[in-house]
């Protein structure tokens, strides 16, 4: 049996199964009905319509993947926003917790033992385990192909009796694919920490993330690298695998997106801020990334906040 450990930052009960529990500081749940599984021999898939906002570790391995919606995620300290597509590995001892943004949010659940995780870990790279305790956390986003492909998956798992001789196959399946797209993200990762992009690519992303410089235009930035718009855009493709307005754009609505958690600024404020003069397209731009308005976003971040807040 594993153990869920709970760091209790809530006077009062919950509902776990049935089953009335207190969350004292340092509380130890033994018995969470969703989570009991054999040492050694164990591999589960589920579908989770719920959130679990209360911060907490557990000795086995979970891959969550975002199907449908928006969540908050707080690991090891870090709050994030995982959009559909997201994958989150939490592994042994990550504290984490998760709260719902949109209503309809839906994510897969993939838990494996330790035992097994190790055993396959050790055949691909007896270093690689290092490698990933050794981030603060891993996420990636994976393009709506594959999204899709471990949703049919869980899908064929979750209507498959668990007697049945296929059912383990199906989960090995989805295993090894989890296993394939966390390989490839750390390496693309080790790949990342060694590109070296040319001093013009730098310099634009340098200016690019100065706060004063989000009312400039692209044109206007790249004109004091000494290269032509085009120019900088094609070598800025070819090193970050992403286009030069793509990257200016998120960070705008990045810039947005803190204002908006961390100011009482008004909606019209804080577009003029990050260099939009026009509210409406703001509000497009920024529904387009993070699948709802502004207002909404603020709305739903002051009403789940504190479950966030350690004090």
Not at 45 to 70: A, I, Q, S
Not at 96 to 121: C, G, P, T, W, Y
Not at 141 to 149: C, K, P
Not at 257 to 283: A, P, Q, W
């Amino acid at each position: 049996m594993y153990n869920v450990f709970i760091e209790g930052y809530f006077n009062t009960k919950i509902d776990l199964e049935g089953k009335q529990l207190s969350t004292k500081k340092g509380a130890i749940i033994t018995e969470h009905k969703r989570h009991i599984i054999a040492e050694k021999n164990f591999l589960s898939c589920r579908f989770e319509h719920t959130d679990y906002p209360y911060l907490h570790t557990h000795n086995y391995w979970e891959f969550m993947l975002v199907t449908k919606g928006t969540f908050l995620h707080k690991i090891n300290g870090n709050i994030m926003v995982l959009e559909k597509g997201t994958v989150c590995l939490i592994r042994p001892n990550d504290s984490h917790m998760i709260k719902k943004i949109s209503a309809e949010a839906q994510h897969v659940n993939f838990i494996v033992s330790d035992f097994n995780m190790n055993r396959q870990l050790r055949i691909i790279d007896p270093l690689i385990k290092q490698k990933i305790l050794k981030e603060p956390f891993i996420s990636m986003l994976i393009s709506e192909r594959r999204t899709q492909q471990y949703l049919q998956n869980a899908l064929s798992i979750h209507s498959t009796d668990e007697d049945n001789p296929n059912y383990r196959l199906m989960l090995g399946r989805v295993f090894l694919m989890f296993i394939m797209d966390l390989i490839k993200e750390m390496n693309t990762s080790e790949q990342q920490k060694t590109i070296k992009a040319p001093q013009p690519v730098l310099e634009i992303i340098s200016k690019i993330n100065k706060e004063e410089n989000l009312h400039d235009s692209l044109t206007e930035l790249a004109k004091s690298s000494g290269y032509s718009y085009v120019h900088l855009s094609r070598m800025f493709k070819e090193h970050m695998n992403m286009t030069l307005k793509d990257y200016f754009v998120s960070v705008r609505m990045n810039y947005g997106r803190l204002m908006l958690e961390n100011t009482d600024k008004n909606i019209i404020e804080i577009s003029n801020h990050v260099g939009y003069s026009s509210i409406s397209h703001f509000n497009h731009t920024f529904k387009k990334k993070y699948h709802m308005t502004p207002s909404e976003y603020r709305r739903r971040w002051q009403d789940f906040y504190g479950s966030f807040d350690d004090e």
